[in-house]
């Protein structure tokens, strides 16, 4: 597609379920991050592929969260026993690679809500 | 790593040119600038990018003085779709810890 694409657009889950969120980085991007937003409030790195290196997980929360990418492209992140201070949108974003000066292109997120 | 400083919020009225100014004291030499602008319930759309001096395209310009450690976005004649948040960037890619994302500035454009 043109852009980045995330699924599902809104998940409202119960408290201590698991839920897996997906992202579709544009065509040829080598570099995927994955931020998580909560409301009212900035950008919080999650999560960083680059190519076929190892992911910087220096942003995870804890040890609930997981992310991979298979392929080199499409990427699932997911949340074990979630928790109501999980909700938040997750942002997925992707670029051309790890030269700098390249843009990071953002999705419109993945709103998720734990009752 | 690059932290970066802006103001939380300001207010403009409508036709006047803005402009919002980062600070990004400790930025590396190959760090670049990165400026975003978010609406509600969306994510971050690019706005424009520079490593130094001036860079302008048809919605803002973007200066940069010689020693880097600020930037200002500069919007002009803003009309009300201009209200949201603006983010300044700054990193390189080459490492995805490297790019701060601040609390961004919020702009509210009045009639």
């Known amino acids: 597609g043109a852009g980045v694409s995330q699924s599902p657009s809104n998940k409202v889950t119960e408290k201590g379920k698991d839920v897996e969120l997906r992202c579709d980085p544009i065509s040829g991007h080598t570099a995927l991050y994955w931020y998580r937003q909560s409301l009212g409030q900035g950008l919080e790195f999650l999560i960083y592929?680059?190519?076929?290196?190892?992911?910087?997980k220096s942003g995870l929360p804890s040890d609930r969260f997981s992310a991979e990418r298979t392929g080199g492209s499409v990427s699932t992140l997911t949340i074990q026993r979630t928790q109501q201070e999980d909700s938040a949108v997750y942002l997925c974003?992707?670029?051309?690679?790890?030269?700098?000066?390249?843009?990071?292109?953002f999705g419109e997120g993945s709103w998720l809500t734990v009752v | 790593l690059a932290k970066t400083t802006q103001p939380i919020s300001m207010d403009s009225y409508e036709g006047q040119e803005v402009n919002i100014t980062c600070s990004h004291n400790n930025i590396a030499t190959n760090d670049y600038i990165t400026w975003y602008q978010q609406f509600p319930s969306q994510g971050p759309r690019f706005i424009i990018q520079?490593?130094?001096t001036k860079v302008t395209n048809e919605v803002a310009s973007l200066f940069i003085p010689a020693d880097r450690k600020s930037s200002t976005l500069s919007l002009p004649r803003v009309s009300l779709s201009d209200t949201a948040v603006y983010y300044c960037l700054v990193g390189s890619q080459t490492g995805a810890n490297n790019l701060f994302f601040g609390t961004g500035t919020r702009l509210t454009v009045i009639p």
């Open positions: 592929f680059q190519g076929n290196s190892a992911p910087d």
């Open positions: 520079g490593y130094k």
């Open positions: 974003a992707s670029s051309l690679g790890g030269a700098t000066g390249n843009t990071i292109y």
